[in-house]
């Protein structure tokens, strides 16, 4: 009875949340900006969402970035966070003069990184430039993270890096683990090292069918494992312990509040939009990129006209777009899902959780 009883609850709490997203849609909110400083990264993931790497990488200069946050400044008086991302940021060398920029302008600001890069000096200099947040990546113990990454040494430098952030007074410091088959009998040995680290947050997500990943067979997770991986997410939750699942997909309302602090919405287009590095448009930067999924160029478009009045792919169910979603009965609470894993070429979702855990 408690168990329908909750399911109930958490029912009525969607419904209410379902009603809130139409009103989003019609009245975005941006409280999320990502700026994709550059693709070059120091590492070559196997998963990597933008094929990052020894890649080209066009980049913008450094009046433009603030000439851009003069502008949002300007337009947008509740300033959104901003979201500093790659590749690795820190590849690119004048990330602290765009970063000590924003801060000046009033902007909070929080990074992904991989951390290898991350000296005494280097978190000290973050530090100084504002950064409020960070996520860095360990993605399982050394042998399963250096492979996953084609990194020797790689997971050594990010612990590294680790501890040199937590010398100072951040306001989260978080990892995040990104769960495949290579390395889910790595989990309670991970939280051990999480907690023995004392890090604000630990954030397990699952691989995603984007960039490389797209190409790489025996890494993704089967039901069983998926499974497997959200009970010990719950089970920590219960135990106090700030893990989380990412918001990337509907659960269902087994898991649904359980492995996360919300419930599932996907935030593109409607809360968050994102700047690639060559000045593109998007709603997030692991949207696959296309002509439809880019907006206009931050170079020739203004931007806060695109934000009021194109992302109408991002302002409309994609379950309306699919007959297997739009008869669904969560229909509404998932609306086909998040952007990021929907096929544009032919109209469906490549990730619906709630048919896999079922």
Not at 296 to 308: A, P, S
Request: neutral net charge; contains cysteine; charged residues 30%.
């Amino acid at each position: 009875m408690n168990n329908v009883l909750t399911d109930q609850v958490k029912r009525q709490h969607m419904v209410q949340l379902c009603e809130y997203k139409k009103k989003l849609r019609s009245e975005p909110i941006l409280k999320f900006l990502f700026l994709e400083l550059t693709l070059r990264c120091n590492e070559r993931c196997l998963h990597c969402g933008s094929s990052c790497g020894d890649v080209p990488s066009n980049e913008m200069p450094v009046q433009v970035y603030y000439d851009f946050l003069d502008k949002i400044k300007h337009d947008f008086p509740n300033l959104p966070m901003l979201c500093i991302t790659g590749g690795e940021p820190l590849l690119r060398k004048e990330i602290f003069d765009i970063m000590a920029y924003a801060k000046k302008l009033g902007f909070g600001w929080g990074m992904t990184s991989n951390g290898t890069l991350i000296t005494k000096d280097t978190a000290r200099r973050l530090y100084d430039c504002g950064m409020k947040t960070i996520s860095v990546s360990l993605d399982g113990m050394e042998k399963s993270h250096d492979e996953f990454r084609r990194t020797p040494g790689g997971f050594a430098k990010a612990v590294e890096g680790i501890k040199n952030l937590l010398e100072y007074d951040f306001q989260a410091v978080q990892i995040t683990t990104v769960v495949t088959k290579k390395n889910i009998g790595e989990l309670d040995e991970m939280f051990e090292l999480v907690r023995k680290l004392d890090v604000d947050s630990w954030r397990v997500i699952n691989i995603e069918p984007i960039g490389r990943a797209l190409n790489l067979d025996g890494y993704t997770l089967n039901a069983e494992e998926y499974r497997r991986m959200f009970d010990f997410i719950k089970e920590k939750r219960r135990a106090g312990y700030p893990v989380l699942y990412g918001c990337s997909h509907f659960l269902g309302t087994e898991y649904e509040r359980e492995v996360r602090d919300w419930y599932f919405l996907c935030n593109a287009g409607i809360y968050t939009a994102s700047i690639m590095a060559n000045g593109d448009i998007t709603a997030c930067l692991d949207i696959e990129r296309r002509p439809e999924t880019i907006q206009g160029n931050i170079l020739r478009d203004d931007f806060t006209d695109v934000w009021r009045n194109r992302f109408r792919l991002y302002r409309t169910s994609l379950a309306d777009k699919n007959e297997a979603c739009c008869t669904c009965a969560d229909r509404d609470f998932c609306d086909g899902g998040s952007y990021h894993s929907w096929n544009y070429d032919n109209n469906r979702q490549m990730v619906c959780m709630k048919e896999i855990l079922s």
